[in-house]
């Protein structure tokens, strides 16, 4: 088996391509953003006996060259890298300072996209971040114990309108719904945070719509969920979450399900075009 760059920024993502890879019996050469990363991160690499790096954000020479230097020629972006981190506070190295002069717009896909371009020109082609971990997507229809009811149901097909427009313009791709009223929409803050604006202004009974872009990237800002959108939905008495079969993982698996179930959360996939649900 080839070896296999990861470039980690926060949460577990990067900990489940790195087990998923070396499973299939791939060397793993990290390189992890010091700004978000998780420090246990560089100890599980130890005991997965994978070369280690630490870079700052906006040192994209750095991360270049020390994957080359592995001779890695295909990589993984893993784990989230908050979107006002990259637009501010960060000291770009003179190949990103490149990347950005040639931007027409300073949007998160515009730049990562030409990210990217930089990479495949330096041989290093970046791969699907689900490659590794094709069991966590989410399937089609209802996925907890309880099936969404009317008014859910209703909210959800007035906030998918919302939600494909605002992921469209690259805007965010979260939306939280009550009543056929849109109350909070995600810019740069994140799902959590706006889960619990919602809760804040709306109060219990909120839903939450999170969706893929129409021309989702699979190598990069895949829709995810975790634990700790439960609890947040738990926090601000969100009833409901819609997410997109096929292109959101979920990280924490079963145990998602579960705790969404001991709330009384219902969560469904929405199915892509043409796609049945369970």
Known sequence: MGRIGLIAGNGRFPFLVLQGARSLGHDVTIVAIKEEAFSDLETTAREARSDFHWVSLGQLGKCIKILK??????????????????????MPDFTLVSVLRRLKARNTDALISAVADVMRDEGIE?????????????RAGT???RMPNEQEHEDFQFGYRMADAIAA???????AVKHKAVVAVEAM???????????HLAGPGVRIVKVAKPKQDMRFDVPVIGIATIQAMRIAGASALS??????LVLDGEHVFKSANEAGITIVGRPRSGQRAD
């Open 169 to 175: 313009l690259d805007i965010g791709q979260t939306i």
């Open 243 to 248: 997410v997109d079969a096929e292109r959101t």
């Open 69 to 90: 230097s592995a001779g890695v020629s295909q990589a993984v972006m893993a784990g989230q890298v908050k979107h006002v981190k990259i637009f501010s506070g960060i």
């Open 189 to 199: 803050e994140g799902t959590d945070e706006v889960i619990g604006r919602a809760g």
């Open 143 to 145: 996925l907890t114990d």
């Open 126 to 138: 970046l791969m699907d971040s689900t490659t590794f971990l094709q069991p966590l997507l989410a």
